[in-house]
């Protein structure tokens, strides 16, 4: 009988820290988040690679990944960050103290890809000359708000 109170005492505990444990991971808001920086990524990996010779310059697709990034990057993301969120999470927790800052980054990545999307589709010069502002939004905003390892 202890055997047994022992055993549901042992999977009661392992069940309640799993659930601590993916507490932050199965919000639905931090899903979304980190859903949508991988649609940032797979978008700007197209660009990128066609801006450093990995991947042949094609400029209707390369048009279709600046369109996708440029859309996804004019989307109001305030449901996704929401305070208390960063546990178990890349998002450092200084977000929610400079959350105006914050937005300015994110406003910076937003006009840099509605100006991407302007010029992609024209050549590869023009992709190019784009890309690191592009970039440099990106890095602006992780190396502020985003743990680095
Ligand atoms: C306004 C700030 C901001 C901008 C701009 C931004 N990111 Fe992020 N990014 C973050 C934060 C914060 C995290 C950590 C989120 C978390 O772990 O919940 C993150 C996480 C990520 C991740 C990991 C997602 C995952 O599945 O865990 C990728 C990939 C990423 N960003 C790519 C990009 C790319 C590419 C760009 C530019 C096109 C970009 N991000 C622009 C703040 C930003």
Known sequence: M???TLIAAAVAATLGSMAFADGHEANPAVKARQAHM????HNIGIL???????IDY???LAQIAADNLAAVAAMNETTYWIEGTAEGTKALPTIWDNMDDFMVKQDGLTVA??????VAGTDLASL???????????????????QRN
């Open 38 to 41: 991988q649609l940032y990524a």
């Open 2 to 4: 202890k055997h047994i």
């Open 113 to 118: 890809s509605a100006a991407m999307a302007e």
């Open 48 to 54: 990128g690679g066609m801006a450093q010779g990995k």
């Open 58 to 60: 094609d400029a209707a």
């Open 128 to 146: 190019q000359g784009a890309m690191g502002d592009l970039g440099g939004t990106c890095s602006a905003c992780h190396r502020e708000y985003r």
